[in-house]
């Protein structure tokens, strides 16, 4: 079965400082990679989404950047944290093809101070 | 307008009662719909992907698509205090999708 981990769970970082994410599938082979932000009562944002190696697509320009070196592995980044930035992140994968439903990690609670 | 639109509650019931959770949405052109559950300080768990108006069961859970009204459903039966969460509607459009902002429900024993 597949399965999703996504580290750290919880990371308090200061402002200005720099940030990696990091989310990794296994079992299974090409998946379509995503990361979102989720506020409280807003829902969930699209930041990037991959559909192969080195293949980025970004949805909301930002302070972020998103790579994906090897197959199954996504990294969030970000040269210098703003305030904002602060929030609960989320990466999902799904199948490759349309319309696969999408399976999410635990999250990382990102805070900035 | 919103794409998908969703009651935030909270929904509070007791133990044993029957739950209905329910979006609407404005783009006739979704085709697939899903129901995700998310407890506190975790990342969403899908329940239900259902394609065609209609229903789906699986267990205690039914999810109903009317296509013509653009309006899905969530029904929990016998609800628990373990489904105490915040549930999730997202509807897909190809490789688009649209998650409704979700529904905390609350399972009082």
């Known amino acids: 079965s597949q399965t999703i981990h996504q580290w750290p769970a919880t990371l308090v970082q200061p402002v200005g400082s720099p940030l990696s994410l990091e989310c990794t599938v296994e079992?299974?082979?090409?998946?379509?990679l995503y990361w979102y932000r989720q506020a409280a009562g807003r829902g969930l944002q699209l930041l990037f989404y991959?559909?192969?190696?080195?293949?980025i697509s970004s949805e909301v320009p930002q302070n972020l950047s998103a790579s994906r070196p090897q197959d199954r592995q996504f990294i969030l980044s970000s040269k210098k944290l703003l305030l904002s930035d602060s929030g609960f992140y989320l990466c999902?994968?799904?199948?490759?093809?349309?319309?696969?439903?999408?399976?999410f990690g635990d999250g990382t609670r990102l805070s900035i101070l | 307008q919103k794409e998908v639109e969703q009651d935030p509650g909270p929904l509070s019931v007791p133990e044993g009662a029957i739950v209905s959770l329910n979006c609407t949405y404005s783009?006739?052109?979704?085709?697939?719909f899903m129901w995700y559950r998310q407890y506190s300080r975790k990342g969403p768990e899908l329940l239900m992907y259902t394609y065609s108006s209609g229903n789906k069961e699986d267990g205690r859970f039914t999810a109903q698509v009317d296509k013509s009204s653009k309006y899905i459903s969530l029904f929990i039966r016998d609800s628990q205090p373990s489904d105490s969460a915040t549930y999730l509607c997202a509807m897909s459009n190809f490789n688009k999708f649209y998650f409704g902002s979700g529904t905390k429900l609350n399972v009082k024993p």
């Open positions: 783009n006739s052109a979704f085709q697939y």
């Open positions: 991959s559909v192969g190696i080195g293949q």
């Open positions: 079992g299974t082979s090409n998946p379509n």
């Open positions: 999902a994968w799904s199948k490759t093809g349309l319309n696969q439903p999408q399976h």
